[in-house]
Each structure stands twice: as structure tokens, then as C-alpha cells.
């Protein structure tokens, strides 16, 4: 006995429907670990101490703790920067963030507000000499320049006794991360 056959229309509703299916688990899996928004609660972390030289080796991307984006640091694509929390966000046009990494803060630190970036360097010498990278300059403060960069060694700054410094170091991965995300004009958010 012969079974009779599908005409080839019904396997291509099959199959349409079969991904269809697949596609949907997949989105719903995929929205179950979704970032969160800028209109999410905001956690208070605070940190309780400088980084530990443990800490220091390896923070910012691929924490395993996600941050959320302070709830008043403004709308759209920027990055926010928080002085309390030492941590810096990416946030793209929805308010959601792809990026979020611990910072060391300098000793001189910006007033809270809008900013923009508005000078780049490939490199150079912070004041306390290190070679760095990646510096993404927004403000300006007691005559000192603040900016973003990384150590081109990849360690963590020492406090220098005696010496005023206006960059904010991070990992440099999350340099690289700043520099590509940080065009001229780029909107950065500071906030408490």
C-alpha cells in the first residue's frame, strides 16, 4: 500500500510554522536575561572600599553582576558615569546598556551634569606618568582636564601622594570599549 504524499506547499507551511516556533522559544529565552532600562528601579551599589589588588586585575567587562543605569542620567544614546558608584554605562538610543565597568576615579572628579566629549587622543602621559590610551576628554575642572583612559600596561592606578589627576581609568578593555562608543559630541551623563 502506498501512502499518499504531501503536496510540496504543506512542507513549506510545515517547515515556515517549525521555525516560526524555534524563533519564538529563542526570543523568549532571549528576553529573559534582557538588560536593563533606564526606566527600571535603580539599585544603590556603594562601593565600601577602593578596589582590591585582586579587584583591580580585572573589573568592568563581563562582570558577572549587572549594574542597572541611573534613573536620572537623561534619555538616549550616552554614557553615564556615576561618581559614587564609580561605574560607567554605555547606554544606546533605547536607554538600554551593552557595556558597564567599574572606573578609578582621579582626584579631581567633575561636577554633576551634561557633558560632551570633546577631544581624542590615540595616547599620551597622564600627570602621574603613566602611558595611556584611548582618552576621551568631556570636561574641565580646577584647570585640569578630565577624561576617560586606560593604562597602556593594563594596571590599575596607585594613588600618587600629592599629585591632581583628572582621568578616569578603567580596564582596557573597556577602554577600547569608550573609545569606539565615544565619538566628538558623544552626550555623557554625570550623575551622583
Known amino acids: 500500500m502506498h501512502g499518499r504524499r504531501l503536496p510540496s506547499w504543506a512542507w513549506v507551511t510545515a517547515l515556515t510554522a517549525g521555525a516560526l516556533v524555534a524563533v519564538t522559544f529563542l526570543a523568549v529565552e532571549a528576553g529573559n536575561g534582557s538588560r536593563p532600562t533606564a526606566t527600571a528601579p535603580t539599585a ?13 586585575a580585572s573589573p568592568g567587562l563581563g562582570e558577572d ?20 558608584e564609580q561605574r560607567v554605562w554605555l547606554v544606546d538610543p533605547n536607554n538600554n ?26 595616547d599620551g602621559v597622564g600627570s602621574d ?4 590610551e584611548h582618552i576621551v576628554y568631556f570636561a574641565v575642572k580646577e584647570g585640569m582636564s578630565i577624561a576617560f583612559s586606560n593604562a597602556v600596561d593594563g594596571a590599575a592606578p596607585s594613588p600618587a601622594p600629592g599629585v591632581s589627576t583628572g582621568g ?23 550623575v551622583d
Open 44 to 56: 544603590q551599589v556603594k562601593p565600601t572600599a577602593s578596589p582590591s589588588p585582586k579587584a583591580a
Open 97 to 122: 546598556y551593552d557595556d558597564s565597568f567599574a572606573v578609578w576615579p582621579g582626584t579631581i572628579s567633575p561636577e554633576k551634569g551634561s557633558y560632551a566629549v570633546s577631544f581624542r587622543r590615540d
Open 65 to 84: 553582576v549587572k549594574h542597572q543605569v541611573p534613573t536620572a542620567s537623561g534619555e538616549g544614546r550616552r554614557i553615564v558615569y556615576s561618581l559614587g
Open 168 to 190: 578616569i581609568r578603567v580596564a582596557t578593555t573597556a577602554g577600547g570599549a569608550i573609545w569606539k562608543f565615544g565619538a566628538l559630541g558623544t552626550k555623557i551623563s554625570v
Open 129 to 132: 606618568g603613566v602611558s595611556i
